[in-house]
């Protein structure tokens, strides 16, 4: 019997041994999470026998895998490292210095356009306001038009959008295209957004009317949203009308609508509402006339949805 736990012993040393030796080998496969050594997506205590390894100078961890394996962030490979990973695999609740957990934090609220698909007019710039990111940092954000990259940024917005990734883009003719916006990690692993069939048309012959460009909200998810309308054309300055409903589907009477919100003509092309005591989300309309100051009015509307509570 001791001879065979002595050989099973041995067996287990090879096995882990090998491993570390394959793991290293690999060294230039970017990590997908801290703590993830042998590039298997989860975090399990082989990864803490890599470590070891390293410790004890049998295998050294090299190249990028030091940082995905100095989980609580002091710099170097470490016993704790180590402890810190078999205990997450116990299901301890393990927090870093800063309250940082190793496994990767990343998001993707979804992405505003300044122009609705129709809206968008050939070789005028469209912004695009990206809600998102993707850590380990410094997150990227990158535009793909039919597959091709057009513009990446690692800038945060400016103001009233500092919390979000903003990309401009000019479409240089009118047509049909499909959009991919990733949110990429410092290793290029991305949560991607995608639109497609995104239109763009000509640019407007007949400049003698104000058109509506662009209704959007500076949140996907809050229920304290603000509305930004964006107008063209016809004689500036302009006005802006805000009427706000809450919509309902009903299988047989089709659509009900509620008014619940609304701001008069006004210089203000911002409207913000509080839409927290109607309950957790749902479906509303939002519906913007714009009058310039010859008194021409174009009016637009959107339906949209809110799907979960404003963490505030």
């Avoid at 026998?49 to 004890?56: D, K, S, Y």
């Avoid at 190793?102 to 300044?114: P, Q």
């Avoid at 991305?190 to 640019?203: G, K, M």
């Avoid at 058109?211 to 603000?226: F, G």
């Amino acid at each position: 019997m001791k001879k065979l736990m002595r050989l099973f012993t041995s067996i287990l040393v090879i096995a882990i041994l090998t491993t570390c030796c394959i793991i290293s080998s690999n060294a230039a496969i970017p990590p997908q999470k801290y703590g993830d050594l042998d590039y298997d997506d989860v975090v399990t205590v082989i990864d803490a026998t890599i470590i070891q390894c390293h410790l004890a100078q049998i295998k050294l961890i090299l190249g990028d895998t030091q940082e995905a394996a100095d989980v609580d962030k002091d710099n170097e490979v470490t016993i704790l490292d180590a402890t810190l990973i078999q205990q997450y695999v116990a299901r301890y609740d393990v927090e870093f210095p800063d309250d940082e957990y190793f496994l990767v934090d990343a998001y993707l609220y979804g992405v505003i356009l300044d122009y609705d698909s129709g809206k968008a007019m050939a070789s005028i710039p469209v912004n695009f306001y990206v809600d998102g990111f993707n850590e380990p940092g410094p997150s990227t954000v990158k535009l793909y038009v039919d597959h091709e990259l057009v513009v990446q940024t690692s800038e945060l917005g400016l103001p009233p959008h500092e919390d979000e990734y903003v990309l401009t883009h000019t479409f240089e003719k009118a047509g049909t295209y499909d959009l991919v916006i990733c949110v990429c990690d410092k290793w290029g692993e991305s949560l991607d957004w995608r639109i497609d069939d995104y239109v763009v048309v000509d640019p407007v012959t007949d400049t003698s009317k104000p058109i509506i460009t662009s209704i959007r909200r500076d949140s996907l998810i809050s229920l304290t949203p603000e509305f930004i309308a964006q107008a063209q054309y016809g004689t500036a300055p302009y006005e802006y009308k805000f009427e706000l409903y809450s919509t309902w589907y009903f299988d047989d009477e089709g659509i009900d609508d509620y008014l619940i919100a609304s701001q008069d003509f006004s210089e203000d092309d911002t409207f913000e509402v509080d839409l927290r005591h109607y309950g957790t989300g749902g479906l509303y309309k939002i519906i913007v006339t714009v009058r310039d100051s010859n008194g021409a009015k174009t009016t637009e509307s959107q339906i949209f949805e809110i799907h979960t509570v404003d963490p505030a």
